[in-house]
């Protein structure tokens, strides 16, 4: 979706999947960053992922779980080494 510039939406299962994963347009935006006193408005890369997955393989929490990690391996690709 992202290639086409589209900000977010909703991928669907062909037949033979168990999942799939979208990500969106990478977009410079306002971003708030650090926490407390701390928090400051910083321009950042973002993207909104979207995960869909056949429920009758895949639990509700370990595809969440799934999409966290992604995220994770995203904001800091160092810990995709961990994996």
Known sequence: MGVFG???GTPIINGDESAILA???IK???WV???GDDEQIVPRWVTTLA???DHQL????QGSLFLDDV???????ELALLF
């Open 6 to 8: 589209i900000d977010t």
């Open 23 to 25: 990500m969106g347009a």
């Open 28 to 30: 410079r935006r306002p």
């Open 33 to 35: 960053v650090g926490s």
């Open 51 to 53: 995960v869909s997955f």
């Open 58 to 61: 895949i639990d509700g929490e």
């Open 71 to 77: 995220s994770t391996v995203l904001s800091e690709p």
